[in-house]
Structures are given as C-alpha cells and as structure tokens.
C-alpha cells in the first residue's frame, strides 16, 4: 500500500513534467524556474538543519565505544572505533562516512529451536548501500559536463574509467548500471524482508522511486532515445551561467528527467536524505571518548542540583551514627539526664 | 521466578508467530494499540515516592502530579494540558541535547538495528526494534516539529499525540535497556539509549513513572544506597561480611572502615554489594584486596551507592544522586575515588560525572600508592575503576596469587554494556581474570566485548512483576552463555556489574542451571595469597575447592 503510494506519487511527478512542459509556458517553468527555485531551497534549508544542528547544545560527551578504550600503557587501545584524540575521531568519521564502518559489522540474527539464536554476517546492506551512494556520486560528478565549459579534466578522467569497458555506441557507463541495480536492491529489500517492510514508511519508498525515476530518464535518453545533447548543454550550462535557453530539440522526457531532481533537490532538506549531513554531527561518533580526561561543558549545567547535603543526613542518622562508631562531624547534645533507653531514637523508615 | 515454565517459555520463543518467527502484523504498527495486563508493566510510582523527589529537586514538577493511578486504566489521572506538557517537553529538549535533534531527523530505516536489541530478539514484538521504539517517538516529533510532518501527516511518517501513543511509549521505552548495542550498528550512530532517556524524561513530566525506579532513587537521596539502609546497618552489614572473610581465611581484617577524613581513596560500590548475594562474594574480594595491598581507604555510608537511579528518570536527578561522590570526597579531604563493580555507575562516572558536578580541582590526579601508576586516563573526573587499578596491580607483580583457587570454576566474561559500550572497558576485567584463573572461555564473538548482550534488566528493569519479559530480553545473553556451558562446561558467569549479579542470577537458573554468577573481585578474592592466612579449603561463598570437596 505505502509502496503503491509512493510509486504513485512518483508517476504522477512524472506526468506533471510531461504534460506540463508541453503546455504554454510550461517549457520555462520546468526547464528554468523550477530548477532555479528547487535549487535555492536545497541550499538554503540544508544549510539552515545543519546551522540549526551546529547550534543545538551538546551537554555531554557520549561516544559509543566501540572497542577498548585509551586505559593502561600496555592495554592496547582500539584507535579507530574507540578514539581519545581528535586524530582518532578524524579517523573514525573518514571510516564511517566513506567505508560505512558502523554498517559493515551488521549482522542477521536468526531464531532455531531450543531456542538457539544465531548470528550470520550480513553485509548485502552495506553493499550495496556504499554501490549506490558512491555509483550516485560519479553519476553527478560525470553530468558536470553539463555545467562547464571547458569540461575539467578529471570529468573526461571519470567518463574514461566509468566507460573502460568500451561496450556499446555510445559507450556504455558502469555506474549507470550499478546505480541502478543499487537502487533496485534497496528497494526489493525493503519489500521483500518482513522486518524491514514492516518498518518502511511512505517516505522511504518515495526517494527510491524518484532516483529509479531520474535513472531510468536518464538511461532512456542516453542509450535508446539518443537525445541532443548539445541543445540540452545549452540549456544546463546556461542555467549556471544564468543565461539560460530552451532549444526545440529538448523533449518532454528531458523535462521528467529534470523535474525529478528538481523534486529530490526541493524534497532533501525535509526528509530522512539529510542523514548526509547529520552523520557528521552525531555525537555518539564524533566525539573522543577521553570523558574522564577532559572536562567537558555542559552550556545549560544547572549548579542549583545540590546533593542531599551530608549534613541533612548527619541530622537525619547522628544518633544510630554515633551508636555504630561511625564518626560523626556533629556531636550529639549533652544529654542531662543518662543515657536514653532505645525508644528515644527518632523513628525512621 | 518467571511465571511461564521454560519449555513453554522456549517453544513460544521458536515458534509462536512472532516477526522473530518469520509473520507479519496484518496491520500497520500505527494502527496496533498497546495493551496492558499483568506481567507486561512494571508498577506505577507511588504517590509519596514522586511527592519526595518533587520536593528534592526544587518542586519543579520533573515527577508530574503525585497520585495514585493503574496502568490497566483507561484513565490514567493525567493532568488535562498532559499533551500541552508532552510537546513542550520535547520542545524543551530538542534544545538542550543536538543528539536528540539528530536522532529525530537523520533515521533512514535501513534497518541494520532491528535484531540487534535483546528484547526484540526475545519477544520478536516489532515496536522492540530500536528503529520502531524511535519512530514512536519519531511520529509525534514529525507531527508537531517538522514542516513535511506537518504538511504531508502519515504519508511523512507523522501522528499525533493520543493517550494511545502515551501508553505505547510507557510500554516500550520501558522495554529499553538503554544499552547501546543496536547504536553500534547504526550508521548514523543513532543511540536508542539517549531517545529512551528523553523519553522517560518527558514521561515523567506527566507523571507516568515506575515505582522500581524511583523508590530507590528516594532511598539513595535520603539514606545514600538504593534499598534505604541506614548507615548503622549498613556498616553492620559490611562487618557480617568481616566475618565470613576470617572464617575463610582464618584472618580478621582491620581495615575496613567508613567516613574517615584523611584518608588517600575514597571507595564507591553499588550498594548491592554490600548486602546482596553473590555481590557480597565481590566486595569480600574488595576488601582482601585492599588488605592485601595495604590501601590506605575508606567507604562512606552517605556516598555509599554508586549506582544512579536518577540516571533512569531525567538528567537533574541524575545530577542530584552523583553530587554525593564529589561532596563526599571533599569533606573527607580524600586524593581521588575508586569506583567499584557497576555498570549504570560507571556510565554515569565516566560521560556525565565530570561534566554534571565537577570540576574535581580539590581532588589530584589518581595515583596507585602500590605500583606509582598515574591513572591519565581518569586525570581530570579523578575516579578509577577497579578493574583498571587491579589490572595495574597485576601487571606490576603486586599480588600474591594461588590461581588454582578458582578451578573449581570454568569461566565466561559478562561484558556489562555500559563499561563496553559506555566507556570502552573490556580487556582490563579480561587480564585480572587471565591472572586469577586457569579456566576461562570466551562467548560467541557476536555476544561480547562491544557487541555484547545486555543482561536484560538494566535500567531499572529488575523488578519482579516483569520476569517474563526479563527472561525473554535475557535471553540472548542466557543464548550465548549455555552455548559455553555445553561446550566447555563453564559453570560461572563472571561480570563487573552490580545489576548484572542480580539479574544474570535469575536469568541463569532459569535458562541455565548450573551455572552460577560472580563479580570478578570475588575471583580476585578467592586467589590472593594473603599474609598470615589459613590454608583455605572453600572459597569466598564457602564452596569448596577444587580437591577438596567431600
């Protein structure tokens, strides 16, 4: 249901960009002032959750530890997943937004009878999750040909490697492949394994579907529809110089490709998608676990919390204290008469 | 004892239709209501125990309205703006605590948490996968914080608050151990631990709190220990434990003693281990120890619980509770603090400690008297664990031992998940017990050192109207344990957690019997070679050793 929604949505986007582009100008809306507009509230919201992120407090120093920590000379210290210095948290966030550290241990937990749980190593998600992000990173990174003029040098390097197979006219990009495998694979998992459909929300089906979308329009202009590039350069590279032109020669299905990321763009910001920006913030890995080391400060540390004073609990305790030899920092009253039977003490639960 | 048999208990676990089991709910989690009934919750507080702690910590109404109320009503005597507070209270924290924000927003549902957590590996109740326990949470966060939640409702995963959600979360958020273990996989590091803390912070605004919880948190204010022993009794309770040391090493130690001023370390256990079984093995073991190395230390009756209950309801309390150590050492005029066998405590001691109720600028730099170790690692917080200063004393030859004393035993290690998770303990309590004893086998790889399976009962979860549930969220512990039972017979489950000797005690008999629960002190105790000694036939719980049975 919550998959056929979001599948829903996306096609609708897709119509809207095709109809639409079609219609009096429509080819300007979606080919000029969406993008532009999309564009703005990328940037803008983005970087507004990150700054309000920065800005939210962190009272305490809470990294999860994972390994042994800095402690005797000769206990070896596990640097990377447990750090105490900054060094060692730099390392432990290179690991963790480039390899995916955290996700690479997962495991797949399994009931038998008995009961006897097992554990099996499981790194599909990893996988395929690192396929998809870095197959999506030189997919974006290759489209600057789109935005520059003269192309850089390393765009040409990365056709070059991304195309070594030298399959097909044109040549054949692996990552177009990978992505979209990538894509594919997170997105059967989430309907195929119980747990995980169970968990899914509308929202996570949507972001997947609108990459397949951006992928397949993509693909379909690239190697089947053969489409002219040079007139949508034209267009891409004017946006960016902001002197943007609309050829006759761009078709509605460039605009349904270009409505789609102009949606993800504006989608971004409000979504679970700024997890790639919050990785970088989470204080259970940025932070160094040196807690007992450094003292760390808790801008809004109340110091009216008192402890229960001793005094209160000398009051409340002085006489069984002083029967018990317990030292005491007040002694007890001179007592006129002689010592009490047991029934003096005050009663207490 | 748990009331499900254990063969019922173990068939239901394989094989009722559970999401562990491989079925599906037929309706969306949303749309599947809590429902409480006897043996799933634990007891409310009662009225005094919230009208004392209100008091305590300035009247401010952490605690919500003192009352009496039943958990299996629909009519939880909430004060009638209960969801103005609830929102406002996460409002309130969304701002103190970026982890809170973080976690709110950065949640993809990958998924990689779902059977990481014991209690859903036990229960195979999907709002037990740390990625559902947060989402219920998530939902009225979306609803109320963020504009796609408010715009787009449950297409953006958002709902609104209702008595319903309130239940869910009194449920759930109190089937979290806070044990850290499903944030160790989570990419974005996202520590279920911290939304169950925020939670149980904003329930307890509307007064929605356990009495397992907060009567001992009131105890520990008033008396300085958890079960409210005075200090008389409890300073009798340590010297029963005299006692039984003479009987089984034949000497009378001179050196225990309580709120000396002068004295170099001042010494702070969970209180369990001065009165509960098997933790009074573990602090006999203390006490030899420091005996035997002719530490110059005192316990105070005041500071006398390390264990922080507050830790389970909100930061203040959590503050309150911890201040004692400090307040503590400064008027005893000790040099720094030791810290025993306690997981919760050695969480609080390490990450918040310092940070709620330091600086420590009146204690020095935590320096073995024995071996002139200068502990950097605790340089600025200034407490040591024991595990860390025996594990010194062990590598400088400071101690006499007989490690033949211990093989009777056959032993695994219990990583607590504080210590592992918490604070990156994990080989220190590996050395002494490769120093003190010839029997030791590891668990499974999955089951130990940071990916460890918490006891199933931590976080105030100890209580006896849950034990089903606890024997189901120790399970996975209980797994890895009878896995080295069969294997190599390990008949006893060490650990450096107090709440651990409690519960992995009832976990074991009922999963494993045979095998039996200790602190790694008492091992240590069992093997110290001491001055002027008998020759001992039975170790520190009179069982005899290895040879000398019969």
Redesign the interface.
Known sequence: MKVL?ALGIVLALMLVAYVGAALPGGRTLFGVVLPYLAFAIFIIFFIA?VM??AK???????P?????????P???Q?KL??P?TTLGVIGRMLL?VFL?R??F?????E???????A?GSSKF?WLF?ILFHYSFLTVALRHLRLFTDPIPAFVHALEFGDGFMQVGAPVLYQTDLVFMAAVTFLLLRRLV????????????YFPLFLLLGIGTTGILMRYVLRVDVVSIKMLTHGLVTFNPFIAESVTGIFFVHLFLITVLLAYFP??????AG??F?????NMA??????????P???P???????AG??D??RE??V?????V?KELPPKEEAPAAEGDAPA?? | MANTKLEQMSDSVAKDPSMMTGAIPKKDWMDTPAIFKPGNYCYPAKQDMVEYLDKNLGSKGLFGEPRQWDVESDDWKLPENWKDIIIQGIKDRLDKFRSFKIFMDCCVRCGACADKCHFFLGTGDPKNMPVLRAELLRSIYRNEFTKAGKILGRLAGAREMTFGVLKEWFMYFYQCTECRRCSLFCPYGIDTAEITMMAREILHLVGVGTNWILEPASNSNRTGNHLGLQPHTFKENAEYLIDDIEEVTGLRLESLNFNRKGAEVLFVIPSADVFAEPGIYTFMGYLLLFDHIGLDYTISTYASEGGNFGSFTNNELMKKLNGKMYAEAKRLGVKWILGGECGHMWRVLHQYMDTMNGPADFLEVPKSPITGTVFENAASTKMVHISEFTADLIKHGKLKIDKSRNDHRVLTFHDSCNPARGMGLIDEPREIIEAVCNNFHEMPENTIREQTFCCGSGTGLNTGEIMDLRMRGGLPRANAVKHVHDKHGVNMLSCVCAIDRATLLALMEYWNPGVEVCGVSELVGNALIMDGEKERDSGLRFEPLAGMEG
């Not at chain 1, 409000?270 to 997890?275: C, E, I, P, T, Y």
């Not at chain 1, 009216?304 to 001793?310: A, G, R, T, V």
Request: hydrophobic fraction near 35%.
């Open positions: 929604q959750k309000d992120w939210s407090p962190v009272p305490f120093r809470i999860t530890t994972g390994g042994q920590a800095n402690s005797l000769w206990i070896k596990n997943d447990c105490s963790e995916f955290s996700l241990r997962n495991t797949q937990a009931v038998h009878e008995g009961p006897k749980l554990y998600l999750g394994l119980p747990n995980i459909r169970y968990i899914s929300l509308v929202a996570d409000f979504s679970k998608l700024m997890h919050g990785v913030l989470s204080p259970t890995r676990n040196n807690s007992r080391m450094v003292r760390h400060i808790n809004w540390n109340d009216s919390i008192k402890p229960h004073s001793y609990y000398e409340d305790f069984f204290m029967e018990a030899g317990l030292p920092d207490e639960s």
